[in-house]
């Protein structure tokens, strides 16, 4: 078995990740990368260095970074650190005495009875609210064999289970392993043209399209679609309405369309990440609407509801999300 996972957060207190007061665990690793990805230090197998140069104050802290390197990687130009990322290890030693925080470990392992313990810290929080435990990343299922053993201790203990997935993972094995013990799963569909995926995500969206319609037809635990709108890329008309068309023809009424996040690129130039796509701004009223307009213009999903997250008014979209699956546990979900 896979003893330690490798993660970048925990992050306690989540609301929408699920229903109920939840804890989410971010895991490292992901097979696709979208040019937007909104978590750009879940995306490599390995722990990375973060360098936030507005934190960096070495006319005061002593430059303690410098002296520790191992590696000799490190140098100041303009009062600020430059890392030499070729090099670097991201063996933490200097984020370890880094006194402001400006230098920072982005992922660590972790053995599987620390995360169990870190998390069932809430469990009271989990059942007095509905809640429970989410895997997210990066992509979980890029670590399988310990989301299998995670997954069933938290079952074990009698607690909610849900995971964030981009659908890029092998089915048998996500069937045998995953499946068994989750309560629910946000699955991505993020572009419907196959040379579209493969521009913009670095992989063919076949894999994906056949994972949902084989876990919307094995009907064990419920599948929520969220489509990410990405301004440019995944908000074109054409694009929405072929996702609402395969939303129809897999029987699915429902899909959550999440609003584009600019805050992710500062994440990506700590990281030392040139980030490839541009929209500095959150999206407009208008531009939303736009979406949902798209959506619901499709010929075969013209019932399909669309949850408008930024939109609370839709607060009887619970009872329009049953699909045929699992139902329990998306009825709580707060939109
Ligand atoms: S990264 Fe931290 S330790 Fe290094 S110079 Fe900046 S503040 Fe000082
Ligand atoms: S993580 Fe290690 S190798 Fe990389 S800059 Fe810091 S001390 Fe040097």
New binding site residues.
């Given amino acids: 078995m896979q003893k330690q996972a490798l993660i970048f957060d925990i992050k306690r207190d989540c609301s929408e990740d699920g229903p109920g007061i939840r804890t989410t665990v971010f895991f490292k690793g992901c097979p696709l990368s979208c040019v937007w990805c909104q978590n750009p230090e879940g995306k490599e197998k390995h722990a990375e260095?973060s360098y936030n140069a507005a934190a960096c104050h070495p006319e005061q802290c002593g430059k303690t970074?410098l002296d520790?390197?191992?590696?000799?990687?490190?140098s100041l130009l303009d009062d600020k650190v430059q890392?030499?990322?070729d090099?670097?290890?991201?063996?933490?030693?200097?984020?370890e005495v880094c006194p402001t925080g400006a230098?920072e470990?982005s992922g660590y392992w972790i053995g599987l009875d620390d995360l169990l313990y870190r998390v069932l810290i809430d469990k009271p929080f989990y059942s007095s609210s509905g809640g429970g435990v989410t895997l997210s990343g990066g992509e979980v299922t890029q670590q399988m064999e310990f989301a299998h053993h995670f997954l069933k201790a938290l079952k074990q203990e009698g607690i909610h289970t849900a995971i964030e997935t981009s659908g890029f993972f092998n089915y048998r094995r996500f069937s045998e392993k995953l499946l068994p013990w989750l309560d629910l799963i946000y699955f991505d569909l993020k572009l419907i043209d196959d040379a579209e995926s493969r521009k913009y995500t670095g992989q063919s969206n076949r894999l994906i399209l056949e994972n949902f319609s084989k876990l919307v037809a094995d009907g064990r635990v419920a599948v929520i679609p969220r489509v990410p709108l990405i301004p440019g890329i995944t908000t074109s008309e054409e694009n929405l309405q072929g996702i609402a068309d395969f939303l129809a023809i897999n029987g699915v009424d429902a899909a959550t369309l999440l609003p584009y996040n600019p805050l992710w690129s500062d994440k990506a130039v700590k990281l030392g990440k040139m980030p490839k796509y541009q929209r500095n701004g959150f999206m407009t009223e208008q531009e939303k609407e736009a979406c949902v307009k798209a959506f619901q213009l499709s010929h075969l999903g013209k019932h399909i509801v669309t949850h408008k997250s930024w939109i609370s008014a839709l607060r009887s979209a619970p009872q329009m999300l049953r699909q045929n699956l699992a139902l329990s546990a998306i009825q709580s979900i707060r939109f």
Avoid at 87 to 95: L, P, W, Y
Wanted: include cysteine; proline fraction near 4%; aromatic fraction near 0%.
């Fill in positions: 260095l970074c520790v390197c191992p590696e000799n990687c490190l890392i030499d990322r090099v670097c290890t991201s063996c933490s030693k200097c984020s230098l470990a």
